[in-house]
């Protein structure tokens, strides 16, 4: 019987490595180290008998990565029987005759799986007056927040590009709303986010938000995005949550979000968005305080 362990950026490890274990202090037995990476890390665990072989998973956070990996590592093997096995409450198994069929399973659990990920997405209202004012990205916010209604007139115009292009450092979101609000596409994306990859960044502007790389986080967004264009008023808010991309893999990122709706001249809506990354932002442990 051979162990191998696929981690959340999709790196292959021999299941016995003892600098995996080191890494994170787990001094386990196999079955009992990759379980925990499984259900926990969301690692992927491939246990090997002879011209069988077992796929372990907990689908709700593996990683694109991950999942890469596998399809890669599969394809260059023949197996008599795949055994796959994905953990909920419980782990559960299904037999497959080879491996394509083994990953067509998977990624129709995966795609069910992650759609929802409750508590990965942590928001709480904030102000202008929490917002910082120091750095030029904070003061362009700030600018964009308190003259928005002359600003959102001249979407075309050099003032409002160079502020998004330069002092947001990239980091915004044109998005533009269909006349009934359900249909949102991207218009413009700028290049300041370390989440996307370049390219998922080249092929997205004119697809549905829903449509990420993180599909649950694209679903997310899209109805916070929908609240804010029912209310039309500017929103600004603490984010903590957790995506999975393939350029970062499975992780949490903290950040002060503004969005900016506006009406254009034909009469349809639509959103300007931008964030600042905060990591003093902690809503995980405002939430477990809450429990206690």
């Known amino acids: 019987m051979n162990l191998v362990l696929i981690d959340d950026i999709g790196t292959i490890w021999d299941g016995r490595s003892k600098a995996l274990r080191q890494a994170f202090d787990a001094p386990l037995a196999d079955d009992e180290f990759s379980s925990y990476m499984v259900k926990n890390?969301?690692?992927?665990?491939?246990?090997?008998?002879?011209?069988?072989?077992?796929?372990?998973?907990?689908?709700?956070?593996?990683?694109p990565k991950s999942l890469e990996s596998l399809c890669t590592?599969?394809?260059?093997?023949?197996?008599?029987?795949?055994?796959?096995?994905?953990?909920?409450?419980?782990?559960?198994?299904?037999?497959?005759?080879?491996?394509?069929?083994?990953?067509?399973a998977l990624h129709q659990?995966?795609?069910?799986?992650?759609?929802?990920?409750?508590?990965?997405?942590?928001?709480?209202?904030?102000?202008?007056?929490?917002?910082?004012?120091?750095?030029?990205?904070?003061?362009?916010?700030?600018?964009?927040?308190?003259?928005?209604?002359?600003l959102a007139q001249s979407v075309h115009r050099d003032g409002l590009k160079n502020i998004m292009k330069q002092a947001l450092q990239g980091r915004y979101h044109i998005v533009d709303a269909a006349t009934d609000s359900d249909t949102l596409t991207f218009r413009e994306i700028g290049h300041g986010f370390l989440s996307y990859s370049d390219e998922w960044v080249a092929q997205a502007c004119g697809t549905a938000i829903e449509e990420q790389e993180d599909r649950a986080y694209g679903q997310w967004i899209a109805s916070v995005y929908r609240d804010v264009l029912r209310v039309g008023e500017?929103?600004?808010?603490?984010?903590?949550?957790?995506?999975?991309?393939?350029?970062?893999?499975r992780a949490r990122v903290r950040?002060?979000?503004?969005?900016?709706?506006?009406?254009?001249?034909?009469?349809?809506?639509?959103?300007?968005?931008?964030?600042i990354i905060d990591h003093s932002i902690d809503l995980r442990a405002n939430l477990l305080k809450k429990c206690a």
Request: with cysteine; proline share 5%; net charge positive.
């Open 234 to 249: 500017p929103r600004i808010c603490d984010v903590d949550t957790i995506m999975v991309t393939k350029r970062l893999g």
């Open 109 to 150: 659990l995966l795609s069910v799986e992650q759609q929802l990920r409750p508590g990965d997405y942590l928001m709480q209202p904030s102000s202008i007056d929490k917002l910082p004012n120091v750095t030029p990205q904070q003061q362009a916010l700030h600018s964009l927040l308190t003259n928005w209604q002359q």
């Open 255 to 275: 950040y002060k979000r503004v969005v900016l709706p506006a009406r254009s001249t034909g009469g349809g809506m639509w959103l300007l968005n931008s964030s």
């Open 41 to 63: 890390l969301g690692f992927i665990a491939i246990t090997l008998y002879g011209n069988s072989c077992e796929i372990r998973t907990r689908p709700r956070l593996v990683s």
């Open 73 to 104: 590592w599969l394809d260059k093997r023949q197996f008599a029987r795949v055994v796959t096995v994905h953990f909920d409450t419980d782990w559960r198994y299904r037999m497959h005759t080879n491996g394509v069929a083994a990953l067509s």
